[in-house]
């Protein structure tokens, strides 16, 4: 280690040289060392190798290969200075988890996939990979590149009945939900009407992660079928709706239920012909109800979905009966983000372009003031032109002591979207 690498200072507290990475300069936390004999930390040296460098950072000699191997020793002592100064606040690092090694991933794939095992031994296998793949990134990166892992948990998880236990292709497919599929993969399921019909069975399975995996992948077929064909067959599938709706309403303490539910029952109502079948089961009462449980993402995704049913009469009337959707719409105005305000100004366009009692509720909640400031702000282009618009619409249904100042919106350019 170099000489002039001076002591790290974290909280008050110096910290050793030898207990910093190389690269990053900062506390180790999966030491590591490279055949060169230099230690580093994992993260590091991985993303040093990864950005195409082939020489060890600090001694600049080829690396013959790249070989991690943990440094125990240097870990343990890391772990022991870190717990001594406790006192400064320095948190103990955790102890890693070793990455899988490829030859045991090519054994539990090779023991999975084998009809010729005993039906327990291949679930057991399969319950390992589901660790392996939820312990890191990298992990799931190693199982991915074994010879046709996604085809083998496919063929697994959509086996005969007959011939495949519930259990192991409950297992494969928990697996298979880990992994990006691609194009050919889910333009292969979504052709086979029998697989969207054993999955949308799955959605009201007794185990709620058959359920919340079932959902996934039904969302990431939609997302990755490039055909709008294949899309309106999926759709069509008799209780996709009522499953992902339900699991909105019936496990929304659970936020892995409230993410899954609302990316699947978004990517269903991306399919204009079936829009009517959300509306049918529920969908809005779920989206207005989950609405402040969601965490950003999701709640542009419900929002986005509220939009593309206020766009269907049935949706419009469903969603204006509920008397929490237009003050909720109202307040997300400029609250979550670009996206989200787009989507609420254009779900109330579609409101109160239907209904002169949405309007006036509209108004009841402040909505002139949101808009004003709307327009004024930095947002989208298209939230600002949706704003406009509704101002436009809105303008008789103001109170008359807030027209005064509306003038400056009577030459407003107003854009259809």
């Given at each position: 280690m170099p000489g002039s690498l001076e002591p790290l200072d974290l909280v008050g507290v110096q910290v050793p040289y030898y207990f910093r990475c190389p690269i990053s300069l900062e506390l180790m936390r999966d030491p590591v060392t490279v055949s060169t004999g230099q230690t580093y930390d994992r993260t590091s040296i991985?993303?040093?190798?990864?950005?195409?460098?082939?020489?060890?950072?600090?001694?600049?000699?080829?690396l013959s290969d790249f070989t991690l191997i943990p440094n125990h020793t240097l870990r343990r002592l890391i772990q022991d200075w870190c717990v001594a100064n406790r006192a400064f606040g320095i948190e103990r690092i955790p102890t890693p988890k070793q990455p899988a090694e490829p030859a045991t991933v090519r054994s539990l794939m090779n023991q999975a996939s084998s009809a010729?095992?005993?039906?327990?031994?291949?679930?057991?296998?399969?319950?390992?990979?589901?660790?392996?793949?939820?312990?890191?990134?990298?992990?799931?990166?190693?199982?991915?590149?074994?010879?046709?892992?996604?085809?083998?948990?496919?063929?697994?998880?959509?086996?005969?009945?007959?011939?495949?236990?519930?259990?192991?292709?409950?297992?494969?497919l928990a697996v298979l939900v880990m992994f990006k599929l691609g194009e050919s993969e889910c333009t292969e399921i979504a052709s086979d009407l029998n697989k969207v019909v054993y999955l949308s069975k799955l959605l009201f399975h007794s185990s709620i992660d058959v359920r919340l995996n079932s959902a996934s992948l039904i969302e990431t077929v939609l997302a990755g079928t490039r055909?709008?064909?294949?899309?309106?067959?999926?759709?069509?599938?008799?209780?996709?709706?009522?499953?992902?709706?339900?699991?909105?309403?019936?496990?929304?303490?659970?936020?892995?239920?409230?993410?899954i539910g609302v990316r699947a029952l978004f990517a269903l109502c991306l399919v204009k012909q079936t829009r009517h079948k959300a509306v049918e089961a529920g969908a809005a009462e779920a989206l207005i109800e989950r609405l402040a449980d969601l965490d950003k993402c999701d709640a542009e995704r419900a929002l986005a979905t509220i939009e593309l049913l206020c766009r269907i009469p049935s949706g419009c009337s469903a969603f204006a009966a509920h008397a929490l959707t237009i003050p909720l719409l109202v307040k997300t105005i400029l609250k979550i983000s670009d996206r989200a305000t787009e989507y609420a100004a254009g779900a109330l366009m579609a409101l109160c372009s239907e209904s002169e009692r949405s309007q006036r509720d509209a108004v009841s909640a402040g909505v002139l003031t949101q808009l004003?400031?709307?327009?004024?702000?930095?947002?989208?282009?298209?939230?600002?032109?949706?704003?406009?618009?509704?101002?436009?619409?809105?303008?008789?249904?103001?109170?008359?002591?807030?027209?005064?100042?509306?003038?400056?919106f009577a030459c407003s350019k107003v854009v259809p979207f």
């Open positions: 991985e993303s040093w190798a990864a950005t195409g460098n082939t020489t060890c950072p600090v001694t600049r000699t080829p010729s095992n005993p039906v327990s031994a291949r679930v057991s296998a399969l319950v390992r990979l589901k660790g392996l793949a939820r312990d890191s990134e990298k992990n799931r990166s190693v199982i991915c590149s074994h010879h046709n892992a996604r085809e083998m948990l496919m063929s697994i998880v959509f086996s005969d009945s007959s011939s495949g236990s519930s259990e192991l292709k409950q297992e494969a055909s709008s064909d294949l899309q309106a067959e999926i759709s069509n599938v008799a209780e996709l709706f009522a499953g992902v709706v339900d699991i909105l309403k019936s496990l929304s303490s659970y936020p892995r239920a409230l993410r004003l400031l709307l327009v004024q702000s930095d947002c989208t282009e298209r939230a600002k032109r949706k704003a406009q618009m509704l101002l436009k619409l809105l303008r008789d249904s103001w109170p008359e002591d807030s027209t005064g100042n509306s003038d400056d």
